[in-house]
């Protein structure tokens, strides 16, 4: 039944951009409490975009044509975005091959191809505990070491700066410049400082650089983030956003999306939370919503912390130093765009980067362990009535109520058919307006319960009535064996089965209710009330019955279909009551 739910729920994730690659993970998707996810591509596009240029006397270009204008100024421009990224410029396509997001970005920007006169002597690649990356190249025989990276790193090794027209000018105030960068990431707008040096013997030593720029690049916001976050949260589950921007950039984002909320919501650096004890961390957690400048081991600490504290805990991921956080949590959701490494160490891929699939996972997630119990309802149910007959009808006077060939006919109804119509039940939004469920949270709930003694009793007693009783016998025809009587209740026992069956598909009055978007369910039941009656009028010895007359067939059919009001009235009488109502 498992096996069952999990693959046909995978198939149909597959058409809403989720691949699962493990199947328990489905499931385990359906009861996260806390999701850590990244910003790029996730909560936004993932389309970043240089959207200008600032200098550092203030002057701002908006775009590439502007800096034309500025043949001596452009130069610096093209030497730290062009030779200083591992991204390349394809003409022909009119696209960025290779290189991380954010070099494709700059790259973009400029849509020129590296000269193959310009010859890389060194390359310190850019790593997320430095912020930075170097590169030294030689161009027209002289040797300028180029860096690119984040402002806190680069812009206090700066003296001096290019103006517009490529003169050096030195920098009179940092701190206007910080507080010009601050107001900018305040928009929710990341910076990355370029600059350069003539000093190339230190080739890792960022002292003493010139600036050449600070680059303004925008990432849109996804369109329907804010309704999917809130819906995150209604499902009870807390979203915490993991960033390599900065504290600013962080907090502006976070609180368009809809991430902060309260002036009790925390926001951590990287630099923070490694100052914190576990101790300490574990009682932020459940306030917290931001980790900014993040670092790779800062999320497998956080997935860690957050598991000692009893939490189902979701992880995305898309690099290959998120692999041991995606490893770690119960659930790992790497990015379709991310590393081979980070897939691997995954349980869904989430193909289109978009958090709205994340949410469609967990509605998944849910639906399946509803499923689980719909199935477990019916099943036990069944069982129940069954193994009470099957003991009691011997000591009222009938030995075999059902043959051993019947009993394989309906173990094929309540195992395997039942198991597939309840395995392609629809996923309802309303699920996702439920709180996550626990760890240790128990397969029966107590309307599970209810359920199955209840209307699994009353079909034992309908059962045992129809079998004794001298007045149900009066709407048979007599035989020596009770042959006919015998084939109604063969016919009767699957009949219950089968309105029993829409008696556990739903918790509502309505029992066709969204029943037309199961289509396998319909299938199912249909084919095995074909069969049944197929079974009475051409069964024969083998399974010992004999056709029924229309009068006998109507008359056991009126039966079986009395669980149906029985189970209404258990349905509103536990409404009426406020009880666990539902699965």
């Not at 027209?165 to 206007?176: H, V, W």
Request: proline content about 2%; glycine content about 6%.
């Amino acid at each position: 039944m498992i096996t069952l739910i999990l693959s046909s729920n995978m198939k149909r994730m597959l058409k809403n951009n989720v691949l699962v690659r493990k199947l328990v993970g489905i499931e385990t998707a359906g009861s996260l409490n806390i999701l850590f996810t990244d910003k790029t591509g996730t909560i936004t596009k993932g389309n970043l975009e240089v959207i200008g240029i600032k200098l550092g006397n203030g002057i701002e270009f908006n775009n590439i044509i502007e800096l034309n204008k500025y043949a001596n100024y452009k130069e610096h421009i093209v030497n730290g975005i062009l030779y200083n990224s591992d991204s390349t410029y394809d003409i022909k396509e009119n696209k960025v091959i290779g290189g991380n997001i954010t070099d494709k970005s700059l790259t973009y920007y400029l849509k020129m191809q590296k000269s193959s006169e310009v010859y890389e002597e060194y390359k310190l690649p850019f790593n997320s505990k430095n912020k930075y990356s170097i590169t030294i190249i030689n161009k027209n025989n002289k040797k300028i070491k180029l860096v690119k990276g984040a402002y806190e790193k680069i812009l206090n090794s700066c003296d001096t700066y290019f103006d517009e027209y490529g003169n050096k000018k030195l920098i009179k105030s940092k701190d206007k410049i910080i507080r010009e960068i601050d107001n900018i990431n305040k928009k929710g707008i990341r910076t990355i400082l370029i600059a350069e040096s003539e000093n190339t013997i230190n080739k890792d030593d960022i002292k003493s650089l010139t600036l050449v720029a600070i680059i303004l690049i925008k990432d849109e916001i996804r369109d329907e983030i804010n309704n999917t976050l809130d819906l995150v949260d209604k499902a009870g589950i807390q979203t915490v956003m993991i960033t390599g921007d900065n504290y600013n950039t962080a907090y502006s984002i976070a609180k368009e999306v809809g991430i902060i909320k309260n002036s009790d919501d925390i926001i951590l650096t990287s630099k923070e939370l490694s100052n914190m004890t576990d101790d300490e961390v574990k009682k932020i957690i459940p306030r917290l919503k931001v980790v900014a400048r993040s670092l790779p081991h800062d999320k497998s600490r956080l997935v860690r912390l957050a598991q000692e504290l009893n939490l189902v805990v979701g992880m995305t991921g898309d690099g290959v130093n998120d692999a041991p956080a995606l490893k770690k949590a119960d659930v790992g959701f790497a990015m379709g765009t991310g590393s081979e490494v980070a897939k691997e160490s995954s349980d869904i891929v989430i193909l289109d980067n978009n958090f709205l699939s994340i949410t469609k996972a967990i509605l998944y997630g849910r639906n399946i362990f509803k499923s689980i119990r719909k199935f477990v309802i019916f099943q036990l149910t069944v069982n129940l009535c069954a193994v009470s007959v099957s003991i009691i009808a011997p000591f009222i006077g009938v030995p075999y109520p059902v043959t051993v060939i019947q009993m394989l006919w309906i173990n094929m109804v309540m195992d395997t058919l039942a198991g597939l119509a309840f395995s392609y039940e629809v996923p309802k939004k309303e699920y996702m307006y439920e709180p996550p469920k626990k760890k240790d949270e128990n397969i029966i709930n107590s309307y599970m319960l209810n359920e199955i003694l209840i209307t699994g009793l009353y079909s034992s007693l309908l059962c045992l009535f129809f079998l004794k009783s001298s007045f149900v016998k009066t709407f048979f025809r007599y035989s020596p064996n009770d042959t006919y009587l015998l084939t109604a209740f063969f016919g009767l026992f699957i009949f219950i089965s089968i309105f029993n069956s829409f008696n556990a598909r739903t918790h509502r009055l309505n029992l066709f209710s969204s029943i037309y978007k199961n289509k396998v369910f319909i299938i199912v039941i249909l084919f095995i009330a074909f069969v049944q009656i197929y079974l009475i009028y051409y069964g024969g010895d083998i399974f010992r019955t004999r056709g029924l007359t229309l009068n006998e067939f109507i008359f056991m059919i009126i039966c079986a279909s009395t669980v149906i009001p029985f189970d209404f009235i258990r349905k509103i009488y536990l409404k009426s009551k406020n009880k666990n109502y539902g699965v």
